[in-house]
């Protein structure tokens, strides 16, 4: 059997994430991102074949197309250029594309790259209350945040999580984003402050959901001819998956659908799709980091059992024991996550990003000792579009 050429990862690059980012432009934020990942890939703008370009929903920027401005950013003046948008899952799936077009044998090193000015857009939600069908759904009124409280309730009633629980997510993220210099919230918190934050949407509080993110993020990827052939440093991808849900959030309350809101059965596709093409049969004792893409505090709970590391149900507790804090096994957001940096364009490119980190090593005051094997994970949409990635030192 032909061995599958493997692509690598060959530099990182991310800005410093915050609410907002006045000393820079757009295009400028990303050509922040760009500049650390070439000098960390060693490799000039010049070099570079194919740019694949990040960023979901444009109308939080306020200007249709928005790639465009980026263009020249990303120094894709006369090369390939491809803009992908599937919504929050975005960034992983841009990485994805540009695995292909090395895997296809297009080209040979691939700048992936974008930004977000989220924190500065004025109003997210509203925003991001359009992607609900407008006849039946959009007049509840569904928003990012009323979506996945129905998932937190669902999974209450299920497996008995309770709000002190999702305020242990919040503890433990913000813990380990005080350890990362490039995360946007970073003070500790405690789990009496977690719950006397104001409430959101049932049992959603303030300190339950994601900031509003202004922040950059770029990857260089590579073949493994062209690393070899020049011998650079590279963290390999081993898996790449993707998956996707019903539009409707109703088909999935109930009615015989097999998927549960309480749970993220979709998710767990993309994660085992990915975990299938890298040979890991044994998540648990196969995966030392997980970078998940968790908005909301619940979401990480289910998220976890999606990528295989706790049974249905299981993580409340097992959060509850100190476990996936940096110390124990399967660490899960030793970046803090998105509860700590969300510029939704990039928000799961840096999940791929911080789990590469990881197993080369390279996390500084996060770094999980030992990492050798990661997962990264995105979702997109109204819970709709997924995607994941495995990296391996």
Same mark, same amino acid.
């Given at each position: ?31 922040? +991102? ?52 599937? *919504? ?52 509840? /009124? ?58 959101? !949407? ?12 202004? *922040?950059?993020? +770029? ?15 590279? =963290? ?7 998956? !996707? ?50 908005? %909301?505090?619940?979401?990480? %709970? ?13 993580? /409340? ?9 940096? *110390? ?23 999940? =791929? ?16 000792? *030992? ?23």
């Amino acid at each position: 059997m032909k061995k599958i050429p493997r692509v690598g990862i060959i530099g990182i690059g991310q800005s410093k994430h915050q609410a907002k980012r006045n000393d820079a432009n757009y295009p400028e934020l990303v050509r922040e +991102a760009v500049k650390l990942a070439m000098a960390d890939a060693k490799r000039e703008l010049d070099d570079i074949e194919a740019v694949v370009y990040s960023l979901a929903p444009d109308a939080l920027l306020g200007i249709g197309n928005a790639e465009r401005q980026g263009v020249d950013a990303v120094g894709a003046r006369n090369k390939r250029f491809m803009r992908i948008n599937t *919504g929050g899952a975005t960034g992983v799936s841009s990485l994805a594309a540009g695995h292909s077009h090395i895997l296809a044998g297009a080209c040979d090193i691939v700048l992936v790259a974008g930004a977000d000015k989220v924190g500065e857009c004025g109003d997210s939600q509203t925003i991001l209350n359009k992607i609900w069908d407008p006849a039946y759904e959009r007049s509840l /009124p569904l928003g990012t945040i009323t979506m996945l409280a129905m998932s937190a309730v669902r999974y209450m009633h299920k497996y008995g999580m309770t709000e002190e629980d999702m305020a242990r997510v919040v503890v433990k993220n913000r813990y380990h984003a005080s350890l990362n210099p490039n995360a946007h919230l970073r003070v500790p918190t405690t789990i009496e402050e977690v719950m006397a934050s104001r409430m959101i !949407s049932y049992p959603i509080k303030l300190f339950d959901a994601c900031p509003q993110t202004s *922040g950059g993020c +770029a990857m260089v990827l590579a073949s493994e001819d062209y690393i070899k052939r020049n011998q650079l440093d590279a =963290v390999w991808i081993t898996g790449v998956g993707q998956n !996707s849900e019903s539009y409707f959030i109703g088909d999935r309350m109930g009615n015989g659908y097999t998927a549960d809101h309480a749970d993220a059965v979709a998710l767990g596709e993309a994660i085992h799709r990915a975990y299938r093409m890298a040979g890991i049969t044994d998540p648990v004792k196969q995966i030392d980091v997980a970078e998940l893409y968790a908005p %909301f505090s619940n979401t990480e %709970f289910h998220s976890i059992e999606a990528a295989g590391l706790a049974e249905l149900g299981k993580s /409340p507790q097992m959060l509850r024991e100190g476990q996936f804090y940096i *110390g124990q096994r399967n660490v899960v957001n030793p970046s803090g996550g998105i509860l700590c940096a969300n510029p939704i364009a990039v928000s799961a490119m840096l999940r =791929v990003a911080e789990a590469a980190l990881q197993v080369w090593g390279k996390a500084g005051g996060h770094q999980v000792k *030992g990492a050798k094997r990661a997962v990264g994970s995105g979702n997109g949409g109204d819970h709709q579009l997924f995607g994941a990635m495995v990296v391996e030192a």
